[in-house]
């Protein structure tokens, strides 16, 4: 049974940080891609970062850029999204999900996407 677990969720202030995780059981995270991805009501899913399972191809969204990083751990089946510089507009559930691809482009896709965690809300707000 395939499982994935996302964990670190919160409210912080603008400017503050956050480390998401997302542990994985029931498959090989290493052959898989995982993408992490954040959704606000009434807007759709949108991809924010992704790596490939063999951590060749790393991508983000532009609007986070130079503010998340994506980790994988393979050894502890656990990938992370550490999110510096928070802002308001991060607030958002945050979803992990593993599949196959990820684009330079759009970053990953959710229709493409077979396995998903529960997600975890962060809020950013002042």
């Known amino acids: 049974q395939v499982q994935l677990v996302e964990s670190g969720g919160g409210s912080v202030q603008p400017g503050e940080s956050l480390r998401l995780s997302c542990s994985v059981s029931?498959?090989?995270?290493?052959?898989?891609?995982i993408a992490w991805f954040r959704q606000v009501p009434g807007k759709e899913r949108e991809g924010v970062a992704c790596?490939?399972?063999?951590?060749?191809?790393?991508y983000y969204a532009d609007s986070v850029k130079g503010r998340f990083n994506i980790v994988r751990d393979n050894a502890k089946h656990a990938v992370y999204l550490q999110m510096d510089s928070l802002k308001p507009e991060d607030t958002a559930v945050y979803y992990c999900?593993?599949?196959?691809?990820?684009?330079?482009?759009?970053?990953?896709?959710?229709?493409?996407?077979?396995?998903w965690g529960q997600g975890t809300q962060v809020t950013v707000s002042s």
């Open positions: 999900a593993a599949d196959r691809f990820c684009y330079s482009d759009s970053v990953a896709r959710p229709s493409e996407y077979n396995y």
């Open positions: 029931g498959i090989t995270p290493k052959h898989y891609t």
């Open positions: 790596t490939s399972g063999s951590d060749e191809d790393i």
